[in-house]
T-cell receptor
Framework: GQQVMQIPQYQHVQEGEDFTTYCNSS?????IQWYKQRPGGHPVFLIQ???SGEVKKQKRLTFQFGEAKKNSSLHITATQTTDVGTYFC?????????????WGLGTSLAVNP | EPEVTQTPSHQVTQMGQEVILRCVPI?????FYWYRQILGQKVEFLVS????????KSEIFDDQFSVERPDGSNFTLKIRSTKLEDSAMYFC???????????FGSGTQLSVL
């Protein structure tokens, strides 16, 4: 079946270090979304990428969508303790009229002050 | 920003009992979802609902589960006979007509004893 693999599963960094999480889909995606879930909270939408090769930035966060629209990455520059949480990617398969997002397992980020 | 609201925030029930989890999606949204998450693990899709019917459901969503939009504002998830393994955080989500972001509620933590 369609899968979205996300790595790493966990990442511990020192405050100020950079962080990257990667998503790889088994199928071509129509779009990919990124969500952040703080500990004890609910997923909150960060961004959606639609175009092949697209790069979007939100302050210290940089999101990329691969040329083949099968992979994506989220890079955080100079992490802060407020970045702590689990980052999920969720892809919408290209084929058919599927409205179901395929979720990655998430990357849990811990930031040591 | 508009919110998806869920009640109750916590629900404790005995195995075999029926539970109804309630959600009020954002008022102009057309697509509604239930997800669950077991103790900070992956976000698992349960069911999507559009135009007053289920549009897609996962293998988890068996005959013990049902959804309803009884009055045009509420969206409910019923578990007929709860099992221990149904213990999880249940998130309701909604989105508008385009393939845009999901808005998640704060979740109902279901504990089956």
């Amino acid at each position: 079946g369609q899968q979205v693999m996300q790595i790493p599963q966990y990442q511990h960094v020192q405050e100020g270090e950079d962080f990257t999480t990667y998503c790889n889909s088994s199928t071509t995606l129509s779009n990919i979304q990124w969500y952040k879930q703080r500990p004890g909270g609910h997923p909150v939408f960060l961004i959606q990428l639609v175009k092949s090769g697209e790069v979007k930035k939100q302050k210290r966060l940089t999101f990329q969508f691969g040329e083949a629209k099968k992979n994506s990455s989220l890079h955080i520059t100079a992490t802060q303790t407020t970045d702590v949480g689990t980052y999920f990617c969720a892809g919408l398969p290209n084929a058919g009229n599927n409205r179901k997002l395929i979720w990655g397992l998430g990357t849990s980020l811990a930031v040591n002050p | 920003e508009p919110e998806v609201t869920q009640t109750p925030s916590h629900q404790v029930t005995q195995m075999g009992q029926e539970v109804i989890l309630r959600c009020v999606p954002i008022s102009n949204h057309l697509y509604f979802y239930w997800y669950r998450q077991i103790l900070g693990q992956k976000v698992e899709f349960l069911v999507s609902f559009y135009n007053n019917e289920i549009s897609e459901k996962s293998e988890i969503f068996d005959d013990q589960f049902s959804v309803e939009r009884p009055d045009g504002s509420n969206f409910t998830l019923k578990i007929r006979s709860t099992k221990l393994e149904d213990s999880a955080m249940y998130f309701c989500a909604s989105r508008g007509p385009a393939r845009e972001k999901l808005f998640f509620g704060s979740g109902t933590q279901l504990s089956v004893l």
